[in-house]
């Protein structure tokens, strides 16, 4: 998956990566490698919106 092809909108981005994480993948690397994503501009557009990624519970909080 591109970035491109992920939700524009940072708080819609963040419901979609919280839930791909939490059905689907053991932590942040494993969502990005899967899908071919980099994890800074993930992280990045996140960070936008105040939230950061918290390994020990798999989320952004």
């Known amino acids: ?3 491109n ?3 524009k909108d940072p708080a ?3 419901s979609y990566v ?3 994480l939490r059905d689907n993948y ?3 690397v494993e ?3 899967s899908n071919n994503i980099d994890i800074n501009d993930i992280t990045g ?3 936008t919106i105040n939230y950061c990624y ?3 519970t798999n989320q952004f909080v």
């Open 12 to 14: 819609m981005l963040l």
């Open 31 to 33: 969502f990005c490698a």
């Open 18 to 20: 919280n839930t791909q």
């Open 5 to 7: 092809n992920l939700p």
């Open 1 to 3: 998956m591109l970035l």
């Open 26 to 28: 053991d932590d942040l």
């Open 54 to 56: 918290d390994e020990h």
């Open 45 to 47: 557009r996140l960070r």
